[in-house]
């Protein structure tokens, strides 16, 4: 979908569907009482008699308004006015988008970002109307043999802005597009199957990109992680038949001095479970258990594309996690790159495996901070639900940050502890550690096995198993935390 930014009267906009707002009960925003006077009383005629009350979410399209030079007109109900914040303007232009998509009409002219939200600006309207008109137009229909014979799909969104806040809302609609991008990349990878979506199909999407956008793109391959020592990684592997790989991916937006923000995302491209196997029902969600992956490949994306003067690592260790006769068995021990011993007890925790020596590969990069995400843990899910990010992190000014980005861009993360107290649950008799901790607090101990691996550097880790995805009827890749990570990375950039 295209998108502009117009300065303009809503009601003089010659267009297939001007939308305006309808507060509750039946109070016209600034633009519908333009457009109400101008055709003399029509739209406070029809809330008058009930038609559109505003009621969050509800829409009412109208066909020749009386003078008005847009063929059609849409009322977006907003709710109350006083509590008109957040989410009541996401809601809000998200019905808009979905009337105008069922409409068939080709383009529309929006005149919501005048609406007053509280400690919002227009910057924040403008990034939210695209994140939210491009999600809700989302469909991953590429591998349906006949597309759903739906009408023409929405091309176009123009939003009318002030002329004072014109120049700031070009500036940010580049960096939503950008931002819109990676997150539609991320679904998109989430979304394939897993007999698509492999190991090395991940790393020759990575390769694409980095042509694309002028990235370095790098792939070590078995041999080369043996070389490295990473056993704790190939341990994972084992059961495939899919060669594991290791993905890096570099950005160079700034001196070659300044030390990088490395991103390291799980990248399962199917979680079995392995010998400590998974049971049957659901199991084919299961291929969403690469979008940590996937995430860094959109995060980087979008900076490569907002061209933020940073440095961005993207570190993406790719395998599948299968049962066979070669595959690793509880009771297991294996050596990780780091040197620290594993015993294995259960193969379906195998996120962590994989991210440990990704994790210890990272310090070569010398990095300024370090960030994994990952679906790790049904834990989180129980936690958290689908609404937030699990966010784990010694460093509490890093955490700080990183829930400020998700709050801004909406794409939260909800910190939890990661108190030593918890490292007990992973000890061993007969190695260094176990791979897990028991029942109590399964993200958490997750979380500290990682932070096993990652002294040397300050780090941060979002468990994103609740977020990534969603299941049932609206079974399908969320894109996030993308628009967390690239609010996160627009920030160091200005600060860097
Ligand atoms: N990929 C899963 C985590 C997961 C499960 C995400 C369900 C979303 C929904 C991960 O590899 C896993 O299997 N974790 C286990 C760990 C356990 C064996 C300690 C889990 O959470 O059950
Ligand atoms: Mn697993
Ligand atoms: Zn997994």
């Keep these: 979908m295209e998108f502009s930014i117009k300065i303009g009267s809503l009601e003089k906009q010659r267009s297939a569907c001007v939308v305006t707002g309808v507060y509750a009960p039946r109070k016209l925003s ?15 005629g029809i809330t008058r008699r009930g038609d559109m009350q505003g009621k969050l979410g509800s829409t009412l399209l109208l066909h020749n308004v009386p003078k008005i030079a847009s063929e059609r007109v849409l009322l977006v109900g907003l709710g109350r006015e006083q509590e008109f914040n957040e989410q009541q303007y996401l809601d809000a232009v998200r019905a808009a988008v979905k009337a105008l998509n069922e409409t068939g009409v080709p383009e529309a002219v929006l005149g919501l970002a005048e609406l007053p939200v509280k400690t919002r600006d227009i910057a924040w309207k403008v990034l939210q109307t695209v994140l939210v008109a491009m999600d809700s137009t989302y469909r991953f229909d590429r591998l349906k043999s006949k597309r759903d014979e739906e009408k023409k799909p929405l091309g176009k969104l123009t939003l009318m802005v002030e002329r004072s806040q014109s120049n700031r809302s070009e500036a940010v609609l580049k960096q939503a597009l950008a931002i819109a991008e990676g997150v539609k990349l991320t679904k998109d990878l989430g979304n394939l199957p897993p007999n698509i979506c492999t190991p090395g199909y991940l790393a020759e999407q990575a390769s694409q990109i980095a042509k694309k956008h002028n990235l370095k793109a790098e792939v070590l391959e078995q041999k080369d992680m043996e070389k490295l020592g990473m056993g704790s990684l ?8 899919q060669p ?18 490395v991103l390291v995302g799980k990248g399962v491209t199917f979680d079995t479970g392995g010998i400590s196997i998974k049971p049957a029902a659901e199991m084919d969600e ?55 011993t594993i015993e294995i007890l259960n193969t379906d925790a195998e996120g ?46 890093l955490a700080r940050e990183l829930l400020n980005a998700g709050e801004y861009a909406h794409d939260r993360a909800w910190q939890m502890p990661l108190w030593d107290d918890y490292q007990e649950q992973l000890k061993s008799n ?67």
């Design 30 to 44: 600034p633009s519908a009482s333009l457009i109400d006077r101008v055709s003399g009383g029509y739209l406070s």
């Design 234 to 241: 190939l341990s994972v592997a084992r059961g495939s038949n």
């Design 244 to 261: 594991p790989k290791l993905i890096v991916l570099q950005y160079s937006g700034a001196a070659k001095k300044q030390k990088p923000v």
């Design 286 to 340: 299961m291929k969403f258990d690469m979008c940590g992956a996937a995430s860094v490949l959109g995060s980087i994306k979008a900076a490569a594309q907002m061209r933020l003067p940073l440095n961005v690592v993207g570190i993406i260790p790719t395998t599948e996690n299968m049962p066979s006769g070669n595959a690793s068995r509880p009771g297991d021990i294996v050596t990780s790159m780091s040197g620290q």
């Design 352 to 397: 962590r495996l994989i991210l440990c020596d990704a994790l210890t590969y990272a310090e070569r990069f010398h990095p300024a901070v370090v960030i994994d995400i990952a679906t790790l843990t049904g834990s989180c899910v129980i936690a958290l639900g689908h609404v937030a990010s699990g966010l784990f992190s010694s460093d509490e000014v």
């Design 430 to 496: 007969f190695a260094d550690m176990a791979n897990i901790g028991g029942r109590p607090a399964g993200s958490i101990t997750a979380a500290c096995f990682l932070a096993r691996f990652t002294k040397k550097y300050s780090w941060a880790h979002l468990d994103i198993a609740g977020t990534a995805w969603k299941s049932g009827k609206e079974k399908g890749a969320t894109g996030r935390p993308v628009p967390l990570l690239s609010q996160f990375l627009i920030r160091k950039a200005a600060k860097a």
